[in-house]
T-cell receptor, first 112, second 115 residues
Framework: DAKTTQPPSMDCAEGRAANLPCNHS???????VYWYRQIHSQGPQYIIH?????ETNEMASLIITEDRKSSTLILPHATLRDTAVYYC?????????????WGLGTSLAVNP | NAGVTQTPKFQVLKTGQSMTLQCAQD?????MSWYRQDPGMGLRLIHY???????DQGEVPNGYNVSRSTTEDFPLRLLSAAPSQTSVYFC??????????????FGEGSRLTVL
């Protein structure tokens, strides 16, 4: 599975959009981009994933560049409860041994 | 649904002691896995299982044993604890086959300290 690069930390004002970038320049054609977040000391929580097209759900939007070498997770109206570490991961859905490579993520601080 | 349940939440061991971290899920997920999380490092896969009776090693399996006798349970055993095994342990599960979106469901973690 390809590795990802994320900024170690970001700040965002409450109520504003939080845009979290991720670089995955070595991504393969069959690899998906996944985003998880981990609120202090809790287990990671799935947010969203995508292959090529932009995706949106009730939590966030995922924008993937046309060349698929980078993506951005958008939290449209960040709240204090969105303060967490956000992980961008790429993985292949081929086969059953679908292991994820977890980096250190981006620590997002949402400020009042 | 309770989701993924881990016990205990906290445990202190002495070097050389043995213990088992329990993980149970009620979502009928075939795939289950154990991760450890250490400061300054990402989550690292210890062992995983794709169904009852089937287990395989992950990235950091040494010092840990697993078994999968039922779909619901996936215990992680430390046979002789070492200070290097001080960590936070997470169990995660997901379905396989047609219902699999790749989303992993995590437990709340078990914090282990080995003195």
């Amino acid at each position: 599975d390809a590795k990802t690069t994320q900024p170690p930390s970001m700040d965002c004002a409450e109520g504003r959009a939080a845009n979290l970038p991720c670089n995955h320049s070595t991504i393969s054609g069959n690899e998906y981009v996944y985003w998880y977040r981990q609120i202090h000391s809790q287990g990671p929580q799935y947010i969203i994933h995508g292959l090529k097209n932009n995706e949106t759900n009730e939590m966030a939007s995922l924008i993937i560049t046309e060349d698929r070498k980078s993506s951005t997770l958008i939290l449209p109206h960040a709240t204090l409860r969105d303060t967490a570490v956000y992980y961008c991961i790429v993985r292949s859905n081929a086969g059953n041994n679908r292991k994820l490579i977890w980096g250190l993520g981006t620590s997002l601080a949402v400020n009042p | 649904n309770a989701g993924v349940t881990q016990t205990p939440k906290f445990q202190v061991l002495k070097t050389g002691q043995s213990m088992t971290l329990q993980c149970a899920q009620d979502m009928n997920h075939e795939y289950m896995s154990w991760y450890r999380q250490d400061p300054g490092m990402g989550l690292r896969l210890i062992h995983y299982s794709v169904g009852a009776g089937i287990t395989d090693q992950g990235e950091v399996p040494n010092g840990y044993n697993v078994s999968r006798s039922t779909t619901e349970d996936f215990p992680l055993r430390l046979l002789s604890a070492a200070p290097s095994q001080t960590s936070v342990y997470f169990c995660a599960s997901r379905p396989t086959g047609a219902t699999n979106t790749g989303e992993l469901f995590f437990g709340e973690g078990s914090r282990l300290t080995v003195l």
